[in-house]
Nanobody, 124 residues
Framework: QVQLVESGGGLVQAGGSLRLSCVASGRTFSSYGMGWFRQAQGKEREFVAA????????NYADSVKGRFTISRDNAKNSVYLQMNSLKPEDTAVYYC?????????????????WGQGTQVTVSS
């Protein structure tokens, strides 16, 4: 069983930064792509960013391109989301997820394990 635990959420003013972390259990972390999704209150969960198993390729939602950076450290079974220039519309619960294989789809259907989420609130 794989467990994903996110941390690093909080309250920040618009224009500020936060760094989210996600630690995964299990010995095969490096064999899978990883992604970040978010869900704002009253809205559907949406794709934010993803990274391949090696970290060699990344993908971002248009809404966060140039502001967010996803990275991973396979030695630490961890994936990160550096969020800069935060906007009030970035307010949401952020989830990390493990892809079903080495690829990094933007659809939630491509992920099989999810963390419990961490709240990010950006004040104006």
């Amino acid at each position: 069983q794989v467990q994903l635990v996110e941390s690093g959420g909080g309250l920040v003013q618009a224009g500020g930064s936060l760094r989210l972390s996600c630690v995964a259990s299990g010995r095969t972390f490096s064999s899978y792509g990883m992604g970040w999704f978010r869900q704002a209150q009253g809205k559907e969960r949406e794709f934010v960013a993803a990274i391949t198993w090696s970290g060699g390729s990344t993908n971002y939602a248009d809404s966060v391109k140039g502001r967010f950076t996803i990275s991973r450290d396979n030695a630490k079974n961890s994936v990160y989301l550096q969020m800069n220039s935060l906007k009030p519309e970035d307010t949401a619960v952020y989830y990390c997820a493990r892809a079903r294989n080495i690829y990094v789809p933007t659809s939630q259907l491509g992920y099989d394990y999810w963390g419990q989420g961490t709240q990010v609130t950006v004040s104006s």
